[in-house]
């Protein structure tokens, strides 16, 4: 089939590579959001997925909004059959939506009707869910509320992070989708409605988000920093000043801790929270490389009772 790929970030990638290299399918073009500034320069960068496409001689289409009217009229000239999406980042108008023949096909990256919305895999570990996977579906004007086609399921494992489950999900989900894009090609594949019931949604974290409180129990301390790893990344305050914080890990002890106070040890720096304490992992601390955590309590020379808020 004839293909218009959309997608931006790193975890697009593998889908990408998978229809590039599949011999039953041609990707006449990638729609990615434009080129914005990166890097200490703040110069303009392709989107990963924009300069993957570069590489291969692809046409790459970088619309400000997909409702603008030249965008919409160069894809009816490139006439596609279908339009895989992964990660693209922007709304698409119903304009665009009826398009290609076979729809927009979107991986999303958790089990439909659970977490829709912009943070699917963070939402899942910070939920502390058993079970997690990715989904393919068709794009309707609901958000994330299109017939789905297939999922690929997994155990959760105790300690991910966000970015160690995406990019898992990225490459199984790569395979779901090219599978999903097979199906729909030979006409062996049907979606099927999502269930009204389950419904749940996940909105992008915000910095603000990803603050530590340590006055929650120890088991939402640790899912959420690491729900929030890499990105935008766990933090807390200490004298005034933001540290950047790794994953926490619960620690076995039988130390009685405050919310917030940190005691030094020889291996490892425990902080209280609402029930047991955790020990921290890594440390950034403004202006410095990220450290272990006793490497930087014995730099600051933490003081008994002193806390982390």
């Not at 096909?105 to 502390?128: E, I, K, T, Y």
């Amino acid at each position: 089939m004839r293909l218009i790929f959309a997608g931006t970030p790193e975890p697009a990638l593998p889908s990408l590579r998978a229809f590039i290299e599949s011999p039953d399918h041609e990707v006449v073009a990638v729609v990615t959001r434009p080129d914005a500034p990166a890097g200490r320069g703040r110069h303009l960068e392709r989107s990963p997925v924009g300069a993957l496409a570069d590489e291969h001689g692809i046409e790459v289409l970088t619309p400000a909004k997909a409702s603008d009217p030249d965008f919409l009229a160069r894809l009816r000239e490139l006439a596609p059959d279908a339009c895989p999406v992964v990660a693209y980042g922007a709304l698409l108008p119903q304009a665009a939506l009826d398009i290609p023949t076979h729809g927009w096909v979107n991986l999303h990256f958790s089990l439909l009707p659970a977490w829709r919305g912009a943070a699917p895999v963070q939402a899942a570990v910070r939920n502390g869910d058993d079970i997690v996977g990715a989904s393919t579906f068709r794009i309707v004007k609901p958000l994330d509320a299109g017939p789905v086609f297939g999922t690929v399921t997994e155990e959760a494992r105790p300690r991910d992070t966000a970015g160690e489950l995406l990019a898992r999900f990225a490459e199984r989900g790569a395979r779901l989708l090219l599978a999903t894009i097979d199906g729909i090609a030979d006409g062996t594949l049907r979606p099927v409605e999502q269930p009204s019931e389950g419904v749940s949604y996940a909105p992008k974290i915000t910095v603000e988000d990803a603050r530590l409180d340590f006055t929650a129990p120890a088991t939402a301390v640790d899912r959420l920093a690491r729900a929030v790893t890499p990105d935008p990344g766990a933090w807390a305050e200490f004298r005034g000043e933001r540290l950047k914080l790794g994953p926490v890990l619960p620690a076995d002890t039988e130390e009685k801790l405050a919310p917030g106070e940190l005691l030094v040890q020889r291996k490892q720096v425990l902080v209280g929270t609402a029930t047991t304490p955790v020990a921290l992992g890594d440390v950034q601390a403004p202006g410095k490389k990220r450290m272990a955590a006793t490497d930087w309590a014995r730099g600051v020379r933490v003081e008994a009772g002193e806390r982390i808020s």
